[in-house]
């Protein structure tokens, strides 16, 4: 499967994004999903992630509350719903799917999209 992340952009404090995750193939519906983030210097650090079927998601603390993942098999695109956004949120924002249950290691993805880039202004 091939991924490709967009919707990041230059947001105030406060305000809000959505991320899309839009994959190729038709198999997208059989991979977890998850979306991580790197800002500059450091690690790639889970966000968030998602059950192939949707039933399950799975928050990262320092977004839990703030952020919501979501997919719709249809159109083979997952999603990352971002409030209430603060500097510390500034990063390149990365999809990646694996086959199986989701998890919060980035060793585990097999696939990864190309990374889109959330500026927080103060």
């Known amino acids: 499967v091939q991924l490709q992340a967009s919707g990041g952009g230059l947001v105030q404090a406060g305000g809000s994004l959505r991320l899309s995750c839009a994959a190729s193939?038709?198999?997208?519906?059989?991979?977890?999903v998850g979306w991580f983030r790197q800002a500059p210097g450091k690690e790639r650090d889970f966000v968030a992630a998602?059950?192939?079927?949707?039933?399950?998601?799975d928050y990262a603390n320092s977004v839990k509350g703030r952020f919501t993942i979501s997919r719709d098999n249809a159109k083979n695109t997952a999603y990352l719903e971002m409030n209430s956004l603060n500097p510390e949120d500034t990063a390149v924002y990365y999809c990646?799917?694996?086959?199986?249950?989701?998890?919060?290691?980035?060793?585990?993805?097999?696939?990864w999209g190309q990374g889109t880039l959330v500026t927080v202004s103060s």
């Open positions: 990646a799917a694996k086959i199986g249950y989701y998890s919060g290691s980035p060793l585990e993805y097999s696939y």
């Open positions: 193939g038709r198999t997208f519906s059989t991979y977890a």
């Open positions: 998602i059950t192939y079927s949707g039933s399950r998601t």
